[in-house]
């Protein structure tokens, strides 16, 4: 909004122009092929709308024979907006009986690693409630990544990069 409200969190979607993210499967045979790329907000949403998330295998839990979703996740959807990452999912999550749609969100940028770029967040809100000055809020938002299937491809090229960063409306990733 023009004017945000102190202490309110609000959640923007990243645009999702189907025409403007056509060429993220180019983009993505030059990566997995070694080259570097920058990808847009659309780019990487028209990526993630084809691929498999955990809506097709969501999290169980209950007794034998009988599973309930513990989380249903939905379509993750990518922001860049001024130099900033965020990463947003839909999520469902089912306790006792009780059912609460909510947008997990994570907003950040790559850092390196183990000898891999990561993606940091530096604020981690499951619905309104922030969560980054948790211990081990680092471990939560992985389990929630790890709902997004990577293709192997694209995993093994990731282990390769040179270099992951947000610049203006673009992620870059350079390739050596």
């Given at each position: 909004?023009d004017?945000?409200v102190?202490?309110t969190?609000y959640y923007?979607e990243?645009?999702t122009?189907?025409a403007?993210?056509?060429?993220?499967?180019?983009?993505r045979?030059?990566f997995?092929?070694?080259?570097?790329?920058?990808?847009?907000?659309?780019?990487?949403n028209?990526?993630?709308?084809?691929?498999?998330t955990?809506?097709?295998?969501p999290?169980?839990v209950?007794?034998?024979?009988v599973?309930a979703?513990?989380?249903?996740?939905?379509?993750?959807?990518?922001?860049?907006?001024?130099?900033?990452?965020?990463?947003a999912?839909p999520c469902?999550?089912?306790?006792?009986?009780?059912s609460?749609?909510?947008i997990?969100?994570a907003?950040g940028?790559?850092v390196?690693?183990?000898?891999?770029?990561v993606?940091?967040?530096?604020?981690?809100y499951?619905?309104s409630?922030p969560l980054?000055d948790?211990?081990?809020?680092s471990?939560?938002?992985?389990?929630f990544?790890?709902?997004?299937?990577?293709?192997?491809?694209?995993a093994e090229?990731w282990?390769?990069?040179?270099?992951?960063s947000?610049e203006?409306?673009?992620?870059?990733?350079?390739?050596?």
């Amino acid at each position: 909004p023009d004017d945000p409200v102190e202490g309110t969190v609000y959640y923007l979607e990243g645009s999702t122009n189907a025409a403007k993210g056509q060429q993220w499967l180019r983009k993505r045979q030059l990566f997995v092929d070694g080259g570097s790329v920058a990808l847009s907000e659309d780019e990487l949403n028209a990526w993630v709308a084809g691929s498999k998330t955990a809506a097709d295998k969501p999290l169980t839990v209950g007794a034998a024979g009988v599973s309930a979703p513990l989380i249903a996740a939905g379509v993750p959807n990518f922001r860049i907006h001024n130099g900033v990452f965020q990463i947003a999912l839909p999520c469902t999550f089912n306790v006792l009986g009780l059912s609460e749609a909510v947008i997990v969100q994570a907003l950040g940028g790559f850092v390196k690693e183990g000898g891999e770029f990561v993606f940091e967040p530096s604020r981690f809100y499951v619905g309104s409630c922030p969560l980054q000055d948790l211990p081990g809020v680092s471990l939560i938002f992985r389990r929630f990544a790890a709902l997004q299937e990577v293709p192997p491809d694209v995993a093994e090229a990731w282990k390769k990069l040179a270099g992951a960063s947000v610049e203006g409306g673009w992620l870059r990733l350079k390739m050596p």
